[in-house]
């Protein structure tokens, strides 16, 4: 079956410093999204890419989706401690049934 | 409050007894998924909905699963003679959507933290 992998799977940075996930997947993807979850809480989505190469910016992130459509990226720019989380790409499939990544929990001290 | 409900929040329960679960989505959202997560793992769909139609399941979801969305509106998902595997959060969402679309965003639930001892 699919498999969707990120690295890496854990990162520790200092605020203000850059942060970036990367998904890959086993086939080709159908649209990606990707979804943040705090500590002790659930998946919030954050956004959807549809197209190859698609480039999208939400304030400090920005995500990318690969041309190949076998890959993607998120990157926070200037992490503050409000980023704290683990950062899941996930693979919309067919009727929304989400194959998630593995996930990248991100840690930010001062 | 008009987002994904799920209750209980939290259940502890001894081995082999049976829990249920329930899910009271976004109320205009057609479609409706299960999903489980394990400590440092991603959510694993286990099944979905659209209306009252369960139209698949996981191979996850073993004989001792079943879920339910009677009306097409709330659902409950029901594990019966639990086992300490089945310790995870039992993820609801709910999102629109027909067909085989996938473009729409999907909304989760708090979840539901499952304790077997």
């Known amino acids: 079956g699919q498999q969707v992998m990120q690295i890496p799977q854990y990162q520790h940075v200092q605020e203000g410093e850059d942060f970036t996930t990367y998904c890959n997947s086993s086939?080709?993807?159908?649209?990606i999204q990707w979804y943040k979850q705090r500590p002790g809480g659930h998946p919030v989505f954050l956004i959807q890419?549809?197209?190859?190469?698609e480039v999208k910016k939400q304030k400090r992130l920005t995500f990318q989706f690969g041309e190949a459509k076998k890959n993607s990226s998120l990157h926070i720019t200037a992490t503050q401690t409000t980023d704290v989380g683990t950062y899941f790409c996930?693979?919309?499939?067919?009727?929304?049934?989400?194959?998630f990544g593995t996930g990248t929990r991100l840690q930010v001290t001062l | 409050d008009t987002g994904v409900s799920q209750d209980p929040r939290h259940k502890i329960t001894k081995r082999g007894q049976n829990v249920t679960f329930r899910c009271d989505p976004i109320?205009?959202?057609?479609?409706l998924y299960w999903y489980r997560q394990t400590l440092g793992q991603g959510p694993e769909f286990l099944t979905y909905?659209?209306?009252?139609?369960?139209?698949?399941k996981s191979r996850l979801l073993s004989d001792r699963f079943s879920a339910e969305r009677p009306k097409g509106s709330f659902s409950t998902l029901e594990i019966q003679r639990t086992e300490q595997g089945d310790s995870a959060m039992y993820l609801c969402?709910?999102?629109?959507?027909?067909?085989?679309?996938?473009?729409?965003?999907?909304?989760f639930g708090e979840g539901s933290w499952l304790t077997v001892v």
């Open positions: 909905f659209q209306n009252e139609a369960q139209l698949e």
């Open positions: 109320s205009e959202h057609n479609r």
């Open positions: 996930a693979d919309t499939g067919t009727a929304s049934k989400l194959t």
């Open positions: 086939t080709t993807l159908s649209n």
């Open positions: 969402a709910s999102s629109l959507g027909t067909g085989q679309f996938s473009g729409n965003t999907i909304y």
């Open positions: 890419l549809v197209k190859s190469g």
